[in-house]
């Protein structure tokens, strides 16, 4: 009874939430190919190659979980030559990063919707061999349906944060069963272990490991700077850049003001503005207009176009060009911490030798900003004054800027390894993935 209640008030939810659903996939874009998929049609050659051959499904709903989910398969087949994947993902940007590295042999959809029959539909056709999971994607239906089929479903890299808890706790009824059908748990901090184990997943399934991402960061070659883009926004050679990656709204604000203040004792700054969502351009563009300042957007700067003027403020309207920015930063200012909450990655830009500033707001990345906190990685401060005197203070001790970006480049290539060692627990979970045939 409780989960046809469930799969009552799940419809009805989703139908509610449907057109912002679609709102947001227009104003993303890229949605339109594949769409289908998601209600577990698949066109082309799709069924013959999901027929095929199984494979091991795993999950990642956008771009820094497709990240993990890309070296956690890599891991895999370096133990298990010729292991195929089917991937899923939530997300446009999600799908253009694995288009770009999954194998031939390979196969990529959209997540499908979590009702009793598109769920079956998708299973029929997938076949799995197991399910991993990259963070914290519950699903009942699916994980009810795996369970019955004795397919094993393993969570990587998982979290889950306040806003989650409060979440899954208030369904406590339906979602301890499905928790404690998971075969393995492998989550980032003690207090993710601590809460799912409350949840309801069994106490020794649940190993706590750090997080994957350090993996990622540490193992990713060289990353240029986009050079070229910059002389076309019309940035001196010896501009000092301070680059806010994946703001959020009003901390672009924030971050304008201050450049406002800071640019006549500090001629050769410039502002680059990375917002996390890349379809709020027109607004960001908007406020830099009414900051009275010069700015660009990154998609008018293509071959030899340059920008009619020297900008002031580079707006980056593109999708997966973050850590080239990164890359060419001075000092990183990360979003979703000042004026939102949660936070987002500070592993890539302390990853490539930056100095990383945040604001109070990190709740989704506890373990990890107690491990920068505790080496004295980041600067994390209070407020928008406070961001404004860490900045000022960083333009003004080159050597500071050094000594940070140097403890948190050693921090992320020491915390590296807990892929390995997260496969390594798979193996032992579920040897069948890896016994030669």
């Known amino acids: 009874m409780k989960w046809l209640i469930y799969n009552i008030v799940f419809f009805f939810a989703y139908l509610a939430l449907m057109p912002r659903f679609l709102r947001r996939m227009w104003r993303r874009g890229g949605y339109r190919r594949g769409f289908f ?7 082309g050659d799709l069924p013959a190659r999901l027929g095929a051959r199984r494979r091991v499904w795993i999950h990642a709903v956008s771009v820094g979980e497709m990240y993990v989910a890309m070296r956690i398969a890599r891991e895999m087949r370096e133990r298990r030559p010729g292991l195929a994947f089917v991937f899923t993902v939530t997300t446009s940007t999600g799908r253009a990063v694995a288009e770009k590295q999954i194998e031939k042999d390979d196969v990529l959809l959209y997540f499908p919707v979590d009702t009793p029959w598109i769920v079956r539909r998708v299973l029929n056709a997938v076949q799995p061999l197991a399910l991993v999971l990259v963070e914290t994607e519950i699903w009942p239906n699916l994980l009810r349906a795996l369970s019955r089929r004795r397919t094993p479903v393993i969570l990587v890299n998982g979290r889950i944060s306040d806003r989650s808890y409060r979440g899954f706790s208030r369904l406590r009824v339906f979602v301890r069963e499905i928790f404690g059908a998971l075969d393995l748990v492998c989550v980032q901090g003690r207090e993710d272990s601590e809460r799912m184990i409350g949840l309801g997943a069994r106490p020794e399934r649940v190993h706590v490991m750090g997080t994957a991402k350090y993996d990622e960061a540490a193992a990713a070659g060289a990353v240029l700077p986009p050079t070229d883009v910059l002389r076309s926004a019309g940035f001196p050679v010896d501009a000092i850049l301070l680059v806010g990656g994946s703001t959020w709204p009003g901390e672009e604000t924030v971050l304008l003001d201050l450049y406002c203040r800071l640019q006549a004792a500090h001629p050769r700054l410039r502002l680059v503005l990375v917002p996390r969502h890349a379809e709020r351009a027109a607004e960001v563009a908007a406020e830099i207009e009414k900051a009275g300042l010069r700015g660009v957007r990154r998609s008018l700067l293509g071959g030899a176009a340059g920008a009619p003027a020297p900008a002031e403020v580079l707006l980056v309207d593109t999708t997966g060009e973050l850590k080239s920015f990164y890359a060419a930063a ?45 080496a004295g990685a980041v600067l994390q401060v209070p407020d928008a004054a406070a961001l404004g005197a860490a900045v000022e203070r960083l333009l003004g001790d080159p050597s500071a800027r050094a000594e940070y970006a140097r403890i948190g480049r050693d921090l992320v290539r020491g915390k590296a390894g807990v892929v390995k060692a997260t496969v390594s627990l798979i193996a032992e979970t579920c040897p069948a993935l890896f016994a030669r045939h």
Request: proline residues 8%; glycine residues 12%.
């Open 330 to 374: 001075d000092i990183v200012f990360v979003g979703k911490s000042l004026t939102q909450h949660g936070g987002q990655n500070i592993i890539e830009p302390a990853a490539l030798g930056k100095p990383v500033i945040v604001g109070p707001n990190m709740e989704n990345f506890r373990p990890v900003m107690a491990d920068f906190l505790a």
């Open 37 to 43: 998929e998601r209600i577990g049609r698949f066109s």
